[in-house]
Every structure is written in structure tokens, then in C-alpha cells.
T-cell receptor, first 111, second 117 residues
Framework: QKEVEQDPGPLSVPEGAIVSLNCTYSNSAFQYFMWYRQYSRKGPELLMYTYSSGNKEDGRFTAQVDKSSKYISLFIRDSQPSDSATYLCAIIVSSGGDMRFGAGTRLTVKP | GAVVSQHPSWVICKSGTSVKIECRSLDFQATTMFWYRQFPKQSLMLMATSNEGSKATYEQGVEKDKFLINHASLTLSTLTVTSAHPEDSSFYIC?????????????FGPGTRLTVL
């Protein structure tokens, strides 16, 4: 079983839709949760970072963590064509530890 | 966020040659640098972790004699792919962790695309 599971998609939605991206993880010791966005042929950029169960909101983006279910989500409201990218979840066991990535979900937002 | 650069951004080489990729943290000191490899439509796979001034720690299955990593300073790490072969063609991405952000924040470089003919 992989440490971090993420559906690679692809996922295609119309402009303005709410997008839900999800990851599950197997190790309950994971403590820190990130979402990265990666445009084609570019390095990943950090979108959001959280370490506790619950929701964290930043503009159109909301990160949600449910430690009891080992499930993390990223919601994108009012999606835009510029949101088209691959979204990767990443998890760290402990402070300063190695990062483990999900497979990444390719998202296309159609105008 | 902090800036990490990579050079070159794209390199094409013949089979059997060696290629050096540089990773620099431009506005912070990187105590730890990571090297990842990403094949098309796949996620990032950690190759090795290096701390300034010490030997790199390689992930299982990554040949340390083929992928030479040097982290000589707090702002520079290099990855040398020795005797590159077509199967080494991939997107190589470095990331750096240091005093710029929280201890758990890693800043990624733009990646280097390696094509081995």
C-alpha cells in the first residue's frame, strides 16, 4: 500500500465549478499536510499548508484534514482556466522530515 | 515565498556523457536540499536528501555512484548524472528547506529537463 494515495484523474470541469481534490494516507503518524500546484514543465509551488484537523481557507482555496479518516481535501471555488494544473498533496511525518507526495491530479478548467 | 533556481532548465546530451545540474537558493540559506525525479504524468519521486557539508542520503533503488550529489554550501547543491543513458531522461527537480520559511516548508526549483539521446 502506498503511503499517500491520490487519484491522478484527469479531472475536467467547467469554469466556475467547485473542484474537490482528495488524498488518503496510511500512516497515522503523518502530521503536516500540504497542497502543491504544478503547471506543465514547471516546479511545484506551495498552495496551502496545515497541521491540524479541520478547515483552512485562503481565498478561493480551502484545505481540509480529517485525521481520524486519514483523508485530506483541497476545494477550489469559482474555478478559473488559470487553475488548470496538476495538484499534488504532500505529507510529512514529523517536523523537518521527508515529504511524501501523492501521484498528483491533473485538473482542466474549461472556459 | 523563497526563490530556488536551477540551471540548466533543459539539457540534451548523448548517451554516455555526464550532466551536472545546479540548484541554488537565492535569498535564503538551505540547510537541507532534496533532489526529485519526475517522469511524465507521474508524481515526484525523492532521489536523495543532502545536508550542507555532509554526504547525501539516497533513497532505496537510487544509485549513488550514478547520481552524484554535492552540497558544498548553504546556497548550492549539484546533481551530476554520470554516464547518462536514455532511461535517465526525466524532469529533475530540487527543493530546499532552510531558514526562509517554517521548518516544514520546502521551496522548489523550476526543474531541469534532461533528454539523453
Amino acid at each position: 500500500q502506498k503511503e499517500v494515495e491520490q487519484d491522478p484523474g484527469p479531472l475536467s470541469v467547467p469554469e466556475g465549478a467547485i473542484v474537490s481534490l482528495n488524498c488518503t494516507y496510511s500512516n497515522s503518524a503523518f502530521q503536516y499536510f500540504m497542497w502543491y500546484r504544478q503547471y506543465s514543465r514547471k516546479g511545484p509551488e506551495l498552495l496551502m499548508y496545515t497541521y491540524s484537523s479541520g478547515n483552512k481557507e485562503d481565498g478561493r482555496f480551502t484545505a481540509q484534514v480529517d485525521k481520524s479518516s486519514k483523508y485530506i481535501s483541497l476545494f477550489i471555488r469559482d474555478s478559473q482556466p488559470s487553475d488548470s494544473a496538476t495538484y499534488l498533496c504532500a505529507i510529512i511525518v514529523s517536523s523537518g522530515g521527508d515529504m511524501r507526495f501523492g501521484a498528483g491530479t491533473r485538473l482542466t478548467v474549461k472556459p | 515565498g523563497a526563490v530556488v533556481s536551477q540551471h540548466p532548465s533543459w539539457v540534451i546530451c548523448k548517451s554516455g556523457t555526464s550532466v551536472k545540474i545546479e540548484c541554488r537558493s537565492l535569498d535564503f540559506q538551505a540547510t537541507t536540499m532534496f533532489w526529485y525525479r519526475q517522469f511524465p504524468k507521474q508524481s515526484l519521486m525523492l532521489m536523495a536528501t543532502s545536508n550542507e557539508g555532509s554526504k547525501a542520503t539516497y533513497e532505496q533503488g537510487v544509485e549513488k555512484d550514478k547520481f552524484l550529489i554535492n552540497h558544498a554550501s548553504l546556497t548550492l547543491s549539484t546533481l551530476t548524472v554520470t554516464s547518462a543513458h536514455p532511461e535517465d531522461s526525466s524532469f529533475y527537480i530540487c527543493s530546499a528547506r532552510g531558514l526562509a520559511g517554517g521548518q516544514n516548508e520546502q521551496f522548489f526549483g523550476p526543474g531541469t529537463r534532461l533528454t539523453v539521446l
